[in-house]
């Protein structure tokens, strides 16, 4: 079993959750993951890694009650435990392969939405950590929404805010606080690693295109068993089809065919639905037979 040593809710709907791990904590690398059962006949569920930390032996998750399975992960409270948690899963981000002048030669800017903001922090504070300075970009539907700023901005040279609502920081989509930093404010990157929903990642490569910047995003949203079994997260990549939880998450976002892999993620948030709307029901049920 592995208890949960802390949860915190960071906006609505979304938790942070310590949980005690330590050979995961010890083995653990910016942009991999790990899975989640929370019993014994529940679903293998891939969430990234938000944090580790090796002296606690613990590793962190972010959570979004989105569907039947992270509505269970979401109910456990504190001192509570999963039946099973497997990791580090997936290969590490590319730069932590890269020799520690290359990195320091690189201007790089992170490109963070919503929930994706959690897997875009330990890469953020992994590159801190070796004296390598980067930007962020924090973009979400509003003020309540924006989660890990204060965190962020201990790590990070520069964070910039985009709400839908204009209820923090610019007005409007990431997109546009990444074109005005290039346009406006003299900015010029090497690199953009972008994390967030599917079409923010689509037009954040998009965007970047324009540019000649390479870009790299995490298709963690696509994962399902986190094996590479079920298929489920397949993606055309150029003129490859790989697979999200082996070969990635990480890919080159100007190769990555997004349009193919929404169509992908709407077919598994429409069975998740189902069975969320399964589990409302039998719970009901359950409340009025106790009645």
């Given at each position: 079993?592995?208890?949960?040593?802390?949860?915190?809710?960071?906006?609505?709907?979304?938790?942070?959750?310590d949980?005690?791990?330590?050979?995961i904590?010890?083995?653990?690398?910016?942009?991999?993951?790990?899975?989640?059962?929370v019993?014994?006949?529940?679903?293998?569920?891939?969430?990234?890694?938000?944090d580790?930390n090796?002296?606690?032996?613990?590793?962190?998750?972010?959570?979004?009650?989105?569907?039947?399975?992270?509505?269970?992960?979401?109910?456990?409270?504190e001192g509570?435990?999963?039946?099973?948690?497997?990791?580090?899963?997936?290969?590490?981000?590319?730069?932590?392969?890269?020799?520690?002048?290359?990195?320091?030669?690189?201007?790089?800017?992170?490109?963070?939405?919503?929930?994706?903001?959690?897997?875009?922090?330990?890469?953020?504070?992994?590159?801190?950590?070796?004296?390598?300075?980067?930007?962020?970009?924090i973009?979400?539907?509003?003020?309540?929404?924006?989660?890990?700023?204060?965190?962020?901005?201990a790590?990070?040279?520069?964070?910039?805010?985009?709400?839908?609502?204009?209820?923090l920081?610019?007005?409007?989509?990431?997109?546009?606080?990444?074109?005005?930093?290039?346009e406006?404010?003299?900015?010029?990157?090497?690199?953009?690693?972008?994390?967030?929903?599917?079409?923010?990642?689509?037009?954040v490569?998009?965007?970047?295109?324009?540019?000649?910047?390479?870009?790299?995003?995490?298709?963690?949203?696509?994962?399902?068993?986190?094996?590479?079994?079920c298929?489920?997260?397949?993606?055309?990549?150029?003129?490859?089809?790989?697979f999200?939880?082996?070969?990635?998450?990480?890919?080159d976002?100007?190769?990555?065919?997004?349009?193919?892999?929404m169509?992908?993620?709407?077919?598994?948030?429409?069975?998740?639905?189902?069975?969320?709307?399964?589990?409302?029901?039998?719970?009901?049920?359950?409340?009025?037979?106790?009645?």
């Amino acid at each position: 079993m592995f208890r949960i040593t802390k949860k915190t809710l960071l906006a609505p709907n979304i938790y942070l959750m310590d949980v005690y791990a330590p050979r995961i904590a010890k083995a653990a690398k910016p942009g991999q993951f790990l899975i989640v059962r929370v019993h014994e006949k529940g679903e293998r569920i891939p969430l990234t890694i938000c944090d580790y930390n090796v002296e606690e032996g613990t590793v962190t998750i972010v959570t979004q009650t989105v569907g039947a399975s992270t509505n269970l992960i979401c109910a456990k409270e504190e001192g509570d435990a999963f039946l099973d948690v497997v990791g580090p899963l997936g290969r590490p981000s590319e730069f932590v392969e890269e020799t520690l002048d290359d990195l320091k030669s690189k201007k790089i800017l992170f490109v963070a939405g919503g929930v994706g903001t959690a897997p875009v922090y330990p890469q953020v504070k992994w590159l801190h950590q070796q004296g390598v300075d980067v930007d962020v970009i924090i973009g979400a539907k509003s003020k309540e929404h924006i989660i890990l700023n204060e965190q962020m901005s201990a790590i990070a040279k520069n964070v910039y805010i985009a709400t839908d609502d204009g209820s923090l920081g610019t007005k409007g989509l990431v997109t546009t606080v990444l074109t005005d930093l290039i346009e406006n404010k003299g900015k010029a990157y090497d690199v953009v690693v972008a994390i967030g929903p599917m079409i923010m990642m689509k037009f954040v490569s998009l965007t970047t295109k324009k540019y000649n910047i390479k870009t790299i995003v995490s298709l963690n949203t696509l994962m399902v068993d986190g094996t590479g079994m079920c298929g489920a997260c397949r993606v055309s990549v150029g003129e490859k089809i790989l697979f999200t939880c082996v070969d990635g998450p990480e890919f080159d976002g100007h190769l990555v065919n997004f349009d193919e892999a929404m169509r992908r993620q709407i077919m598994y948030k429409s069975a998740e639905g189902q069975k969320l709307r399964k589990q409302e029901k039998e719970s009901d049920e359950s409340c009025q037979c106790e009645k």
